[in-house]
């Protein structure tokens, strides 16, 4: 009768100790983030040190000190293919005043320079194609061909660019 009462009992803690081990093996341990790049991995706690974000890349060679993409607005300032500033919003030109894609150099550039051709002004402009220049714009219109910038952006770009500077232009 012990020896019953022994089996029983002994299969009936088997029995737990089975469903135990399966809820454990169906339970996967929680991921987190490392504490620090390279660190543990601690559930629940959020990291120490967040991990350095994507750099930022733009779509022009490494040759580019200016980089500007037309179908999306944006323009950066690179140094041997590298960001260090951007993207910053812009605007082109309009129907029938489109500004062309291309490899340029920076001619000129004039911190107050005044339009003849549109008779408006053209706070820190950087010439890059003929008559068509970089400076600062209402970035919500399009312009008559060239880039137009936001104050901050015009800045760095007049700042920054040199005369021989290669700018690039891509769709």
């Given amino acids: 009768m012990i020896g019953n009462r022994f089996l029983h009992s002994t299969a009936h803690s088997l029995a737990l100790a089975a469903v135990a081990a399966a809820a454990l093996a169906l339970a996967a341990p929680a991921q987190a983030d490392p504490l620090w790049p390279g660190g543990p991995d601690i559930p629940g706690v959020a990291p120490l040190i967040p991990s350095p974000p994507a750099p930022v890349t733009a779509p022009c060679s490494d040759q580019a000190r200016g980089c500007m993409r037309l179908s999306t607005n944006e323009a950066w300032l690179m140094d041997n293919g590298k960001v260090t500033y951007g993207p910053t919003p812009i605007s082109h030109g309009r129907p029938g005043y489109e500004t062309p ?38 970035i919500e219109e399009q312009s008559h061909g060239c880039i137009r910038m936001t104050p901050e952006g015009a800045e760095n770009y007049f700042n920054y660019l040199e005369p021989g500077d290669i700018i690039e232009v891509v769709n």
């Fill in 101 to 138: 894609p291309g490899v340029f150099r920076v001619a000129f550039k004039r911190e107050d320079h005044w339009s003849t051709l549109h008779n408006v002004p053209m706070k820190w402009a950087v010439f890059f194609n003929g008559d068509i220049a970089t400076h600062i714009g209402p």
